[in-house]
């Protein structure tokens, strides 16, 4: 037999034991149903008849109890109605098969005889009045009454026994020949399942041998065992596939050859494509937009912090990965406005997985596009460009303290050019004042004088103009004074007779800062200085003057122009300087307080317009090599607290003395 015929002869064989089996299920199951009908219509009709009798005749014997008790010979010719339906029940009981007419006819007998007794003797009870005077011929038929009624129940009893009998019989015989059927079907299921495996035991052999050869051989060929020899040969089926298996042994050997040519080509590529992203510290991405999937080289994820296995495979993830990215600039990636595919690219500062921010720059391409113009799949790269922004950004520091110090330079001109024309009519004014004080003494001293016999009229006149000298040179002298105090605060304040780099006291510092700025116009403000002994630091003093400018401004602002301004000045140790400016002023919302010193930050109406003052003071203490921090309450005020360390190492060149 041929390997398909033997494949085809089990499930024949197969189908012709379930056709058996079924066959004689179904035989026992119809013989079965038919003995359940039979039960239900012969049987348990004859029962049932039984039980409605013996409950008709209790319905009689209790209506005519009752009559007899209440004296109502209505309700004896209602107990008519059932003796009435006990006929028609016992007429019905004659059409049953299994109800025998013996019992029947002897029930009727005995029915008719009680149910004419107990109705006759039943309305003579009623009628009697007195029970003394009833007569012995009345309670002999009263007795009688009561004898038929139990010939009755014994009838019926017998009947309930009869019927009961037979269902048992029945029953009993049902019981054998159900049980006879299932022990014939179960040998002959049995008979042909022994059959069947019998035969199927000899295919399976003859099946399993020789392709448990040929899973031997595949077995081999799958790991790369391409000598394996496949040594079944025959002229069925399974011979056919043992010569498709060698032909397929020689095509893989070829084709495996070819693969690790193409394999070492690929390799030498992709080494050449990773050498050259890792040069340019690239990483590649690529995503098809229908469904979101995404690929991503290691790279990518490494510039964002995230480990290889943490990659992003949907754009979902990687819309979570890139949160910091302005939405606007990620719309421009998918280049709508460039149909012919232009690249479009992006620069963005992203949040890294530690809480670090890095600075990338993404570049992307549509390569694939839907016929409407969507696209439809996108290629890029992303570079960490850090590095670059640190540089730039230090550059662009070093160009903005260039100008401030050129800023500073001119102010210092320009106070010196004052100061320079100033000094000169300062100096005129200082010596005619000095001269008119000490015309005006000599002229009292001689008006004092014993030789002096002055005009009794004109000593009003002249004390008067006494007084007026006096009083003119001494208003003089006083806005002398405060010029040439003014004219010395400017010169400390653009440190003109100082190098850039040097030591400076940070309260001196402060104090003239506040003096510049004319705390007289704030006539509302009230300024507390609580300056305690700190050391000296190595500095730019403009620098610091501007930082504190910066800050005091910010303070008189929030405050607008009333309250209280504290300014503090200590030390902790040796190494560090703090100075605190605190308002009694409205206070920085919990929303604007995180980048607050970042740049283009504006709070509208709310604390302060922060503009670039507050991003100017941070960057002057960072390059101190310090750190500021804000505390601030909404209505209660806020406090700027800079630190500054007494000699930066961003400050000192490498032999330690201080840069120039």
Same mark, same amino acid.
């Given at each position: ?29 119809? +013989?079965?149903?038919?003995?359940? #009908?039979?039960?239900?219509?012969? $049987? ?60 029947? /006819? ?7 005889? $009680? ?39 014994? #009838? ?18 049902? /019981? +054998? ?54 040594? $079944? ?57 229908? @469904? ?13 912090? $995230?480990?290889?296995?943490? %990659? ?10 890139? /949160? ?18 232009? +690249? ?62 050129? %800023? ?26 000095? =001269? ?51 004219? @010395? ?28 700025? &004319?705390? @007289?116009? &704030? ?46 000045? &200590? ?29 283009? =930050? /504006? ?8 503009? &670039? ?11 101190? @090599? ?18 500054? !360390? ?7 060149? !490498? ?6």
């Amino acid at each position: 037999m041929r390997f398909t015929h033997r494949i085809m002869a089990l499930p024949i064989l197969t189908a012709a034991v379930f056709l058996v089996v079924f066959v004689g299920a179904f035989a026992n199951l119809r +013989e079965g149903t038919r003995l359940l #009908q039979r039960l239900q219509a012969e $049987y348990l009709a004859a029962v049932n008849l039984s039980n409605d009798l013996q409950i008709e005749a209790m319905q009689i014997r209790h209506g005519l109890d009752t009559a007899i008790s209440l004296g109502d010979a209505d309700l004896v010719r209602e107990t008519e109605a059932m003796a009435a339906r006990f006929r028609e029940l016992l007429e019905a009981g004659r059409h049953i098969s299994t109800v025998e007419t013996e019992p029947l /006819r002897n029930l009727n007998v005995a029915f008719e005889r $009680y149910d004419a007794l107990a109705r006759r003797v039943s309305l003579q009870l009623i009628a009697q009045v007195d029970i003394a005077d009833t007569d012995t011929r009345l309670l002999d038929d009263a007795t009688a009454m009561n004898e038929a009624y139990d010939e009755l129940r014994g #009838q019926l009893d017998q009947l309930t026994s009869h019927q009961s009998r037979n269902m048992q019989s029945v029953l009993s015989d049902t /019981r +054998e020949n159900l049980l006879r059927r299932v022990r014939h079907l179960t040998l002959l299921a049995l008979g042909a399942v022994i059959v069947l495996v019998v035969i199927a035991t000899g295919a399976i052999v003859s099946i399993v041998q020789p392709v448990r050869k040929l899973r031997v051989a595949a077995s081999a060929i799958a790991q790369g065992d391409l000598e394996q020899n496949i040594d $079944y040969r025959s002229d069925d089926d399974l011979g056919q596939l043992a010569d498709s298996f060698r032909d397929m042994q020689s095509a893989l050997e070829a084709d495996i050859a070819r693969r690790e040519e193409i394999g070492n080509a690929l390799r030498e590529s992709e080494e050449r494509l990773a050498l050259a992203l890792d040069a340019a510290n690239d990483g590649i991405w690529d995503v098809r937009l229908p @469904g979101g999937a995404f690929y991503s080289s290691d790279r990518f994820a490494a510039i964002l912090g $995230y480990a290889p296995d943490e %990659k992003p495979v949907n754009v979902a993830e990687v819309n979570a990965m890139m /949160r910091g990215v302005d939405p606007e600039q990620m719309r421009q990636l998918f280049a709508d406005a460039h149909p012919e595919g232009r +690249e479009a690219s992006v620069e963005a500062r992203l949040r890294r997985k530690d809480g670090t921010y890095a600075w990338v720059a993404i570049k992307g391409r549509t390569v694939e596009r839907h016929p409407d113009g969507r696209p439809l799949r996108m290629v890029g790269t992303i570079s960490d460009i850090s590095d670059r922004k640190v540089a730039e950004d230090e550059l662009r520091r070093a160009h903005d303290r260039v100008i401030q110090s050129e %800023k500073l330079a001119s102010l210092g001109r320009m106070v010196a050019g004052l100061a320079h024309e100033l000094n000169s009519p300062l100096g005129a004014l200082v010596s005619s004042s000095d =001269l008119t004080e000490r015309s005006a003494a000599i002229l009292r001293e001689r008006m004092a004088g014993e030789d002096c016999n002055p005009d009794p009229e004109a000593d009003p006149r002249l004390q008067r103009a006494l007084a007026a000298i006096e009083s003119g040179a001494g208003g003089v002298a006083s806005a002398a004074g405060r010029l040439e105090e003014l004219l @010395g605060g400017l010169k400390r304040f653009t440190a003109l007779d100082r190098a850039d780099l040097q030591e400076a006291d940070v309260a001196e510092l402060i104090d003239t800062t506040v003096g510049v700025m &004319w705390e @007289g116009q &704030w006539d509302e403000v009230t300024v507390v200085r609580e300056f305690s002994e700190s050391p000296r630091i190595l500095c730019y003093p403009g620098q610091l003057n501007q930082l504190f400018m910066a800050l005091v401004h910010n303070a008189v602002e929030a405050m607008e122009a009333r309250g209280t301004l504290t300014l503090r000045v &200590w030390s902790d140790t040796l190494e560090r300087v703090h100075v605190a400016v605190a308002d009694t002023g409205r206070g920085i919302p919990v929303s604007q307080r995180e980048g607050l010193f970042e740049p283009g =930050l /504006r709070s509208g109406s709310e604390r302060v317009h922060l503009g &670039w003052g507050l991003v100017t003071a941070s960057r002057i203490v960072e390059d101190h @090599g310090g750190e500021i921090r804000v505390e601030s309450e909404e209505g209660q005020g806020t406090v700027f607290t800079a630190t500054l !360390p007494v000699r930066p190492r961003s400050l000192l060149s !490498p032999d330690g003395s201080g840069a120039a």
